[in-house]
């Protein structure tokens, strides 16, 4: 997902080679915070004067600032240690979800600088009412902020075209075609990318979450749809057409309910949002906060949680091991409501899928986890969509 190596091709122009350093000078210390140019030099393989003439390039355009560390290592001169400034470069988050948007402005570095939300119903998910609300929104979180805004990532339960962000289908908003992208980069006059919510999950844990240390990893988004986010080889997989990952389709019950795609027995009637209602006796108009307040009860009462959720895990682990044989991730982390469900049931289903899983077997290692991101998960994502555009350029 990282879109600057840490290298520079030989014969590069200097001008290339300047770009590409303040780039990945930049990207450094977005994702992993502050250093000393000392660390800089070593982590990207530059000397020391090459990273002093980045870092005073980037001091200038203000978008990092320098002081003396507060604790010294070893004699001599001490490094200067290199912050980057959020207000420098500001990002707008935007995560459209069948019952709910929330939009947030996040600073170089990762940082929420303010954020807002509002619920979705019928009338107001049809997307000239979210476009509308979302440019909005974007003018009042900016005038509160008092910084300018530099791009902007959008987060959809949908399949997207990566070129325009065009929504292809979003079927849980009854959605078809619409033109987010293009509607949203006019009305907000700054360059917008669109992706599907589970692939920025996957993005958000491999940047800033659980899944850093990892390159093969499959983000589980279980809401009222539930789709999947791959990243394979450090790489997003998206299929044609940006289809791949559409798990919550997966047929694991041939007799099972009727499914909206018109398959019988998907995954996503058995383990989505509807599913862990009726397990919990929650009607369907109740809102995701009372099945998290449900499902958090539970964590404190073991035996009423398997009581409740039995069959639940049972679906949980068959459609997680037929992920897991058919994308070999080393790490599964589950998002959204199923970040939710209470540790008993899910470190049961996690030690299943590890030795129930033939890739997992044989390579030994497969991990499901939660998120640890939570809701903000797809919002964190979408920041950093918007931030790989900013960032590949140096700022
Ligand atoms: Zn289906």
């Known amino acids: 997902m990282v879109a600057v190596s840490s290298t520079v091709t030989e014969g590069a122009r200097p001008d290339d080679a300047r770009r590409h350093n303040r780039g990945a000078v930049l990207r ?3 994702v ?20 002093k003439a980045v870092v005073d390039e980037l001091a200038e355009s203000g978008l990092v600032s320098e002081r003396l560390p507060t604790q010294r290592s070893g004699a001599g001169r001490p490094s200067l240690l290199v912050l980057p400034r959020a207000e420098a470069a500001v990002v707008l988050a935007a995560d459209i979800r069948v019952d709910r948007a929330a939009m947030a402005v996040v600073g170089l570095g ?14 107001t998910s049809r997307p000239v009412e979210v476009v509308t609300r979302v440019i909005e929104s974007a003018r009042m979180l900016a005038a509160e902020l008092g910084s300018p805004l530099v791009a902007a990532g959008v987060s959809v339960p949908g ?25 949203l980069t006019a009305g907000l006059r700054m360059p917008v990318a669109v992706s599907n919510d589970a692939e920025l999950g996957a993005l958000a844990e491999h940047t800033r979450g659980v899944a850093t240390e990892v390159s093969d990893l499959v983000f589980v988004a279980g809401d009222v749809g539930v789709g999947a986010g791959v990243i394979s080889g450090g790489g997003a997989l998206r299929g044609a057409g940006g289809y791949l990952g559409e798990l919550g389709h997966m047929v694991v019950r041939p007799d099972g309910a009727e499914c909206h795609c018109g398959c019988r027995g998907c995954w996503e009637t058995l383990v989505g949002a509807d599913a862990l209602g009726r397990a919990l006796g929650i009607s369907r108009r109740a809102g995701r906060g009372q099945l998290i307040a449900e499902l958090r009860e539970l964590a404190g009462d073991p035996a009423a949680a398997w009581d409740r959720l039995a069959d639940f895990a049972g679906w949980l682990e068959l459609g997680l091991i037929n992920t897991v044989n058919m994308l070999a991730p080393e790490l599964v982390v589950l998002g959204d409501l199923l970040a939710s469900v209470p540790p008993v049931i899910l470190d049961e289903v996690a030690e299943r899928v590890r030795t129930r899983s033939v890739v997992s077997r044989a390579v030994g290692h497969t991990r499901v986890v939660r998120s640890v991101l939570g809701l903000d998960a797809h919002l964190v994502g979408a920041a950093e969509l918007a931030f790989n555009r900013v960032l590949v350029s140096g700022g």
């Open 110 to 123: 990762g940082e929420i600088l303010g954020r807002c939300s509002w619920p979705l119903r019928a009338k």
């Open 28 to 30: 450094r210390l977005h």
């Open 159 to 183: 399949v997207i075209r990566q070129e325009d962000g065009l929504v292809r289908e979003a079927p849980h908003l009854e959605w078809t075609d619409v033109p987010l992208g293009e509607q």
């Open 32 to 51: 992993d915070g502050p250093c000393t140019r000392a660390v800089l030099a070593a982590e990207l393989g530059l000397n020391r004067s090459t990273i």
